[in-house]
């Protein structure tokens, strides 16, 4: 399932995970930890570079990933998920990639084909896209090169919220509801 143009993936995986109690990028879903989860969605899409940001418990988090991802540390990750955006997108500038799509590392229900459509929608000629479930949109999010300065500008615990609201989103329509980030230990399936 390959995209085109070549777009990236940066996965947001830096979080404290407060309300889950622990480092949940490591909790374990089918035998593999969060974060992997997210990391194989974006290989079975076609994404390249895949470049996963860590922050919290970072070298726990760096020994759980595959050896071939590029890894971001991000410092400033308990300022927000604006701080680990920025850093991923200073990754992906130095590539190829004609855009990035954002992944949550919390977020393990993300099928691979929506990752493909909306990463294809950059192809289109969008700045930005991000899937659009019957009950509300979601990520992933897709953001077009030429977004890469404003998003190096965000702050604060919202992404890119803010600036998805100034830019015309183009949503891709996905059948069934947006799957649920795991906050809570209670979130994850029963084993």
Do not use: W
Request: aromatic letters at 2%; glycine letters at 10%; hydrophobic letters at 45%.
């Amino acid at each position: 399932m390959p995209t085109s143009p070549q777009v990236a993936a940066v996965v947001l995986a830096a979080g404290s995970g407060r309300r889950f109690g622990g480092t949940k990028q490591l909790a374990e879903l089918d035998g593999r930890p969060l974060v992997e989860h997210a990391v194989a969605t974006a290989r079975r899409a076609g994404l390249a570079p895949v470049v996963v940001v860590v922050g919290h418990d970072a070298d726990r988090v760096r020994a759980a990933l595959p050896s071939d991802v590029e890894v971001v540390d991000n410092p400033a990750h308990a300022t927000g998920q604006a701080s680990s955006l920025r850093a991923g997108v200073a990754a992906v500038a130095t590539s190829d990639a004609e855009g990035l799509v954002v992944l949550l590392a919390d977020q393990p229900g993300i099928d691979p084909e929506v990752v493909v459509r909306v990463a294809a929608a950059l192809g289109d000629g969008h700045l930005a896209a991000r899937a659009r479930y019957v009950d509300r949109p979601g990520h992933p999010v897709a953001l077009a090169r030429s977004t890469f300065g404003a998003l190096a500008t965000l702050t604060g615990d919202v992404g890119a919220r803010d600036l998805l609201a100034e830019l015309a989103v183009h949503e891709v329509p996905v059948a069934g509801p947006c799957p649920p980030d795991v906050d809570t230990p209670d979130d994850l399936p029963p084993r």
